[in-house]
């Protein structure tokens, strides 16, 4: 009988231990996922959650609603609100709806906020560097489309929510804060919809809610901005905050040993030269996703005094490699 | 109901819970794999008093067992009660069907508490069906094998309270 | 009590049914992840419609919006593109997570158990 029993147990012990493996590994938390194409990038969007089917259902009617807003405000698609404004500029005010007049006025806020270094209307300008075929504009036509670049010749109408673009020429792209926008809503919608956690990333705009399952705050990589698109410079602990990163490694090309790239410095037309890449983060995604451009376009100096006026969280690359972390974001950063 | 039997009911059930809470000094990994000991009593309360004594000892035992170890209305107490509800019930069906000994009838009991248990994880927590195909058989298998065990007790007890009456009845 | 005596309390049902659950439920432990889809399914969409619903066990090449996807050993790669870029060739074999062709607009999804995020980071700005 004795020799019976001690088998007996061991076998038992031994399923006990695959059922505490077997627990482990599936015990362990619940992210689910799903990328699409959107918005001329890549949006991934993460949630933790117990029930695949909730989880699923939130994701989806988070993307439905981008989906709506991709319609609303892309540049490109001519059926859009913000194509109605631009078609009409310099001859009416165009109605829009709620999430298209928030959205400007938002922006207009913020390029007065940044004096200008952002700049929802820096469109002409824009036009004019083909990244697709590296072609830079001569310097005559950049000086030539300078005057339409004055944000303050949009004006906003509350008491019919109808926005207007004053001069002929003027374009109104919402690209440069659209993405921060978009994540601030997808982030109120997915928790709307009881999901305690996750992250919504429109490519590099990034704002993340909750915690990892284990507890432990979200990882966000930054770029190392001279690497390839899976080296990191800094590892970010984020709960609860936004993040984005405006670099020269993002569209761009190199003539002559110059890197022309694509954030571009209202006053002059021409790329801005002090960084190779500037992160914020910030509470909001409007906030660091227009932030993080004007900063990069402002230069060294007015950079540094705008973050610091602001109280900003940032993380600052020269154009000659060294960098500067802003003393509140210290404790978020990790060097890699 | 006899006077009598009440204090054996509230004695019976006494016993479930005590077993109940003794299972949880045996470490498991999670707090709905256990041994059910506390089937032990609930088998032999159907066998000798019916349905609905044990099922009255379950309730007790899920009910007083929870709000003792903290858990009431928590994910445990949900686990134990639908666990519980679902082996009484096969349990009976089984003893009425008159081909099952104490064994057959605590393997019974064993399976549908866990089958009970692995819906209401499904429904109530992980919908994830996959993971749940995947535990169930190796559940189930254990259940199988502390089926075993608990309805050997059951044996052992039924012998021996035999014994006792005998005895009784010969002095 | 002796074994003997414990054999003649139990039925005959009692040990048709000891033996039919240990061998049922034996059994499963081993065939129901044999037979459950391995890894899970690969989605792949393209503009944003499902175009394809796969198993990763399945062997398979597709040609679809000017990328040549391969299945092959439970993993997915895009062996080739037209893309200028290449970061989705460049990604090589997956087995969970994504593969993301942009100027193509093809999204290749594995869904099943999501692994250790890559580089220890969740997403990356």
């Not at chain 1, 109408?157 to 921060?180: E, P, Q, T, W, Y």
């Not at chain 1, 509470?283 to 060294?300: I, K, N, Y």
Request: aromatic share 8%.
């Amino acid at each position: 009988m004795k020799p019976k029993l001690l088998t007996a147990s061991a076998v038992l012990f031994v399923i006990a231990l695959i059922i505490i493996l077997m627990f482990v590994l599936n015990a362990s938390p619940h992210i689910y996922k799903k990328s699409e194409i959107l918005m001329d990038t890549v949006i991934t969007l993460t949630v933790v959650s117990n029930s695949e089917r909730r989880a699923d259902e939130a994701i989806e009617s988070a993307f439905n609603n981008l989906r709506r807003l991709e319609r609303l405000l892309s540049f490109f698609d001519a059926g859009s609100e913000v194509s109605a404004i631009n078609k009409n500029a310099g001859i009416g005010a165009v109605k829009v709806s709620p999430d298209t007049f928030e959205l400007t006025t938002i922006a207009l806020e913020k390029a007065e906020l940044s004096c200008g270094a952002f700049n929802p209307v820096i469109g002409p300008a824009m036009v004019l560097w083909d990244f697709k075929n590296n072609k830079r504009p001569a310097d005559s036509e950049l000086k030539n489309v300078l005057p339409l670049l004055d944000y303050t010749r949009i004006v906003l109408n509350g008491s019919d929510s109808s926005v207007m673009l004053m001069d002929k020429g003027m374009v109104l792209d919402l690209g440069g804060i659209a993405k921060g926008y978009a994540a601030d809503r997808t982030v109120e919608l997915l928790k709307r919809a009881g999901m305690k956690a996750g992250i919504a990333a429109m490519a590099g705009d990034i704002r993340v809610w909750g915690t990892r399952p284990d507890g432990s705050p979200w990882r966000v990589g930054i770029r190392a901005p001279r690497g390839t698109s899976d080296d990191l410079i800094g590892v970010l602990s984020l709960e609860d905050l936004a993040v984005s990163t405006s670099g020269d490694y993002e569209r761009f090309f190199i003539e002559g040993g110059i890197r022309y790239h694509h954030l571009i410095e209202p006053t002059t037309g021409y790329p801005a030269g002090d960084f190779q890449s500037v992160t914020i983060v910030n509470p909001e995604g409007v906030v660091t996703d227009s932030l993080s451009t004007a900063v990069f376009v402002m230069g060294r100096e007015k950079a540094l005094r705008f973050i610091k006026k602001n109280k900003l969280m940032a993380y600052l690359i020269y154009a000659d490699g060294t960098t500067y972390t802003t003393e509140n974001l210290r404790a978020l950063f990790d060097n890699r | 109901m006899q006077q009598r039997d009440k204090y054996r009911l509230a004695l019976l059930a006494a016993c479930a819970l005590a077993l109940h809470g003794f299972e949880r000094l045996i470490p498991t990994p999670i707090p709905w794999l256990r041994f059910g000991f506390a089937n032990i009593i609930t088998l032999i309360t159907l066998i000798l008093y019916g349905f609905n004594a044990a099922l009255t000892i379950t309730l007790i035992r899920v009910i007083i067992g929870s709000m003792l170890m903290g858990t009431f209305l928590g994910p445990p107490f949900i686990m134990s009660t639908v666990g519980g509800l679902f082996s009484v019930a096969a349990m009976w069906a089984a003893l009425q069907v008159r081909v099952f000994g104490p064994l057959g009838l605590s393997l019974t009991g064993a399976l549908f508490h866990n089958l009970g248990q692995l819906l209401a994880v499904y429904v109530v927590f992980i919908q994830n069906l996959r993971s749940i195909l995947i535990l169930a058989p190796v559940i189930l298998f254990v259940g199988t094998l502390t089926g075993v065990l608990n309805g050997l007790a059951v044996i052992f007890i039924m012998e021996h309270l035999k014994k006792m009456s005998d005895n009784v009845q010969n002095t | 009590m002796t074994i003997a005596e414990i054999i003649r309390v139990t039925t005959l049902f009692d040990r048709i049914l000891l033996v039919v659950l240990l061998v049922i439920t034996g059994a499963s432990i081993v065939l129901v992840p044999l037979y459950l889809p391995r890894g899970g399914q690969i989605m792949i969409e393209a503009n944003n419609k499902l175009l394809y619903k796969l198993q990763l066990s399945d062997d398979k090449t597709i040609e679809i919006n000017g990328l040549t996807v391969e299945i092959k050993a439970g993993k997915v790669r895009v062996a080739d593109s037209d893309c200028p870029g290449k970061v989705c060739v460049k990604q090589g074999w997956i087995d969970s997570g994504a593969i993301i062709c942009l100027p193509n607009r093809v999204v290749i999804t594995v869904d099943g158990t999501p692994t250790a995020p890559k580089g220890g980071v969740d997403a990356t700005t």
